[in-house]
Structure formats: structure tokens, C-alpha cells
């Protein structure tokens, strides 16, 4: 399966990553300066020569630089598309079509083409034009409004969430087009719009409204209903260390109890049912507090799983690149960007689902801007030598 990537900043190569790394050829389309700003601003998080963003997102990739403004340029990009079974973007909607390569004017080339088109908004609705990053988007899908405390500002995620889960919307969307395509012999567009991959993961904030007509507020760390409790991040030794603990069940609850050594306190009446505990959770709370600040966050963790009990050390990215042995056991971390003996070499976040009969493969690092431009013009589109050296002396690659 050969995938023509026109995609840029996180949503849309986080998705042709995805099907890079289960074996997809992805040919990056760029154009000849297009990464050279990128990747300056990249450096900036690095250290010297490495980009982490861009070696991250575009591993297992090829890339083809091509000036699109010139007519042989343009004719390379359409031969591409034409041997490609998928099309992925994330311009702003209508980008494309703009430049003469919108899915309808794909289709002449390959009538069952599978066009994914990632942006903030959709092609269709008053909003459409509109431009966005996840940190907008973040604010739009109602998740600033949800996440914080009650009497504090809401706060947005830590990183970009709307763009990774666009991205895996993206990738898993062109998953189903190609099942349908199998069936049917159809090509098909793909309208991702990441306001509403977004809001939908919002869940019971949604129904909540629609159903009830009530607006949910900014809870912290418990929840609206008496479904679980305790249920929080409580604070641990150390500086700024933290445990999160989930009790959804008389039976957990019981073992709770047990993993604190049976306190007096937790066989008193305000902590008998789930509804008292909810009730009085700020009791409840400062008591677990006690416990879990005489314990590091993953010494707490260990003794309450070890009951039962669902509990997880709140952990920095050190903890999960450096001592998160679950990650380290699975093979998480990679070094795709780097050469063996490179001791220094960045590690870079693996493949994250583990399938028994044809996992993941990381095979190769981000290519560099244009590294396999005779590859592709040669192997994949048959331009002779000739044509390849005449492309480079004009610029044109």
C-alpha cells in the first residue's frame, strides 16, 4: 500500500505514521525549502543536528522534495498520486483544491482513490475556513472548560491532545476506506474535522447537557456522581509527587482499608457506603493523604495494587523514558534517528499497539528532506537519469 503524504506540524503526520509503521509505504511530499524552517524551530527543543519533532513523526517515511509551482513538479506530484492508493493532508480546508489537487480532481487520475483530509473545522459549515492548532481546538471542544478546579480558571491539556487524536481518527478512517474498497472497488473522501474528534471525547460532559440540560463544571480530580471514592491524586514524599487513587466497589473499598493497615477512621460511619464516602470525600481525603505522604508515589502504587486496588504514581515524562520499567519490558523506546554506537542518541516513543501476527515495524529514521527523490522519481515513476539530473539543475527538486 503506497500513501502520498502531503501533511505538516503533528495531526497529519502523526497519522501517516501510524500507517508507516504497519507497513505502508509513505512517500513525504515536501517542498524543497518547506522543512528547512521547521526544522530550525525544531532544534530549538534539542540538541544540535537533531529535530525531535520531525525524526519522531516522520520515521519509516520516504521523502520526495518538489517544487509543485513548476509544471514538471507538478506533473511528478500527480504521477505520485496516481500510483498511490491513499492521499493524506492537513492544510487548511480547501488548500488543495486550491492547487488543482482536491479529491474530485483526483479522481481523473485514479478513480478509486482514498482521499484523508484532516483540518480543524471540516470542509462543509461557517466555520470551514477557519484555521487551528490543537491548543484552539482544545478551548472549542470544551476541554479548557472541563479540566481545572472549581474556583480556578480551566486549564488545557498538557500537549496537543486534539491533533494526536485527529491523527488517530485520520489513520483508522483510511483503515475502514480500504476495507471498503476491498469490498466495493470505491475510492472514497474523507472529511476529519478535529473539533469533532475532539468533542467527542467528551462523553458524559456532552450527555450530561443534552440530556439533563445541565452544564458540568470543572470538578478537579473527583467526580460529578458518587461513582467512585476515593477517587483523586493524593500527595506523596517528595517534591511535588503524587499518587492517583480509584475505589469503584465495596469489595475494592474493603481492600483499601485492608492495604492501610484497617485505621480506625475507615470503619467509621461517614465511610461505611460509596454515598457516604462521596459525601464526606474531603474527609475521606485528608485522611488517605496522611498515608500516601509518608510513601514515594510508586511505593504507594505497588502496595495498593498489590490489594487490588487501581492506584498509579502521577509520573513526569524522566519517570516514563528513564524508570518506567512496564515501557522499558514492552520495548517502547526506540532509537530510529541515531546510529548504533551513539551512546547520546535521543529515544523516541515506539509503536504503541502490539499486534501477534504482523506488529509494527520501525525500519528506518526520518529521512531527510529529499533523501529519496531518485528513488521515487526512478523506481516509482520511471523518470530516466536524465530527467532526474535535469530536475535537480532546474530546482525543480
Known amino acids: 500500500m503506497r500513501v502520498a503524504d502531503f501533511t505538516w506540524v503533528w495531526a497529519g503526520p502523526f497519522a501517516s505514521r501510524l500507517l508507516a509503521d504497519f507497513g505502508a509505504e509513505v512517500i513525504k511530499v515536501e517542498r524543497p525549502d518547506a522543512r528547512a524552517q521547521a526544522l530550525a524551530r525544531a532544534q530549538a527543543f534539542g540538541r544540535a543536528g537533531v529535530a ?36 493524506i493532508e492537513n492544510f487548511s480546508a480547501g488548500t488543495m483544491e486550491r492547487v488543482g489537487l482536491g479529491y474530485e480532481q483526483l479522481r481523473a487520475l485514479r478513480e478509486d482513490i482514498i482521499f484523508v483530509s484532516l483540518s480543524g473545522f471540516g470542509h462543509t459549515g461557517p466555520w470551514s475556513r477557519f484555521v487551528s492548532y490543537g491548543p484552539t481546538l482544545q478551548a472549542l471542544a470544551g476541554l ?167 492506584a498509579g504514581a502521577v509520573q513526569d515524562t524522566r519517570d516514563l523514558v528513564d524508570d518506567d520499567p512496564q515501557l522499558a519490558h514492552r520495548g517502547f523506546w526506540s532509537h530510529p534517528a541515531a546510529a548504533a554506537d551513539d551512546e547520546a542518541a535521543p529515544r523516541f516513543e515506539g509503536i504503541p499497539a502490539t499486534l501477534s ?29 536524465e530527467q532526474i539530473a535535469e530536475y535537480g539543475a532546474d530546482g525543480v527538486i
Open 52 to 87: 525531535p519533532g520531525a525524526n519522531a513523526l516522520n520515521r519509516n517515511k520516504r521523502s520526495l522534495t518538489v517544487d509543485w509551482k513548476d509544471p514538471r513538479g507538478m506533473a511528478v506530484v500527480r504521477d505520485l498520486i496516481a500510483s498511490s492508493d491513499i492521499v
Open 144 to 310: 479548557i472548560d472541563l479540566t481545572g478546579y472549581p474556583d480556578r480558571p480551566g486549564v488545557g491539556v498538557g500537549e496537543a491532545y486534539p491533533d494526536v487524536h485527529g491523527g488517530l481518527n485520520g489513520a483508522l478512517a483510511a483503515m475502514f476506506a480500504l476495507a471498503h474498497r476491498e469490498r466495493t472497488g470505491e475510492g472514497q473522501f474523507i472529511d476529519v474535522a478535529q473539533l469533532q474528534t475532539t468533542s467527542a471525547t467528551l462523553g458524559g460532559a456532552l450527555l450530561e447537557y443534552a440530556v439533563n440540560g445541565r452544564v458540568r463544571t470543572r470538578e478537579g480530580n473527583a467526580l460529578p456522581e458518587p461513582l467512585a471514592a476515593p477517587h483523586g491524586v493524593y500527595p506523596c514524599g517528595g517534591d511535588d509527587r503524587w499518587c492517583a487513587i480509584a475505589v469503584t466497589t465495596e469489595h475494592e473499598w474493603r481492600a483499601f482499608r485492608h492495604a492501610l493497615g484497617d485505621p480506625a477512621w475507615a470503619y467509621e460511619p461517614a465511610f461505611a457506603t460509596m454515598a457516604e464516602r462521596f459525601t464526606h470525600r474531603e474527609a475521606l481525603d485528608a485522611h488517605i493523604a496522611t498515608w500516601t505522604r509518608e510513601r514515594a508515589p510508586h511505593e504507594a502504587m505497588v502496595a495498593l495494587q498489590a490489594a487490588g486496588v487501581p
Open 357 to 385: 501476527r504482523s506488529p509494527g515495524r520501525i525500519e528506518r529514521a526520518a529521512p531527510m528532506p529529499g533523501a529519496d527523490n531518485e528513488y521515487v522519481l526512478g523506481t516509482v515513476l520511471g523518470r530516466s537519469p
